[in-house]
């Protein structure tokens, strides 16, 4: 039987949702899955919503599009209350948001998270635009979709060096958190 996971990534513009639905993509080809992705945003690259969907399966894809989200993972409250609902109830569902940003609500029957990521990110990195990449490692750890080495290896194609090491550092945070929110 074929294993199809379905994710979603959104947020406003600025935030790095498109890098983090690239780099989870392209850790999905690193390890062999077939992957179907697509970003959308705004009118406005900055402050407008946008979103970056990605698609794993064990065999080829026949749908490219998202349908339902098994998972979301989201930075702004405009999104999370756009998708939030559009999330599979139950165990199947999972929502990651970034508890700074956004407010969750309780009518929804899915599994809820919340990580600290863009209060981290400056805090302890001194840099809030590495908020997508907490929010991506934790994201990775909790649901283990694609292995961390995966996304390292994405990182290296997609993030400059530049700012290889701020990113990994990042990435590691968010890892820790979730194995925190794994507890």
Avoid at 59 to 88: C, E, N, W
Avoid at 92 to 114: A, C, M, N
Avoid at 164 to 175: C, D, R, S, V
Wanted: charged share 20%; with cysteine.
């Amino acid at each position: 039987m074929t294993n199809i996971n379905q994710v979603r990534l959104s947020g406003t513009g600025g935030q790095g949702v498109l890098l983090a639905g690239a780099l989870l993509g392209e850790a999905g080809v690193v390890e062999g899955k077939w992957v179907s992705g697509s970003n959308s945003y705004g009118a406005q690259a900055r402050g407008s919503g946008c979103k970056s969907e990605i698609i794993f399966s064990s065999a080829p894809i026949d749908y490219p599009h998202l349908t339902v989200a098994d998972f979301l993972v989201v930075m702004s409250q405009s999104t999370y209350d756009l998708y939030g609902k559009d999330v599979k109830e139950g165990p199947e569902g999972f929502i990651l948001y970034d508890e700074g940003l956004v407010k969750p609500r309780d009518d929804l029957r899915t599994r809820q998270v919340g990580i600290p990521a863009t209060e981290l990110a400056l805090k302890k990195l001194n840099n809030k635009q590495v908020a997508n990449i907490v929010l991506l490692g934790a994201f990775v750890e909790i649901t283990k979709i694609v292995p961390p080495e995966a996304i390292q290896k994405a990182m290296k194609i997609h993030v400059n060096e530049r700012f290889m090491a701020l990113n990994l550092k990042a990435l590691e945070m968010g890892m820790a958190l979730g194995r925190q929110a794994n507890g």
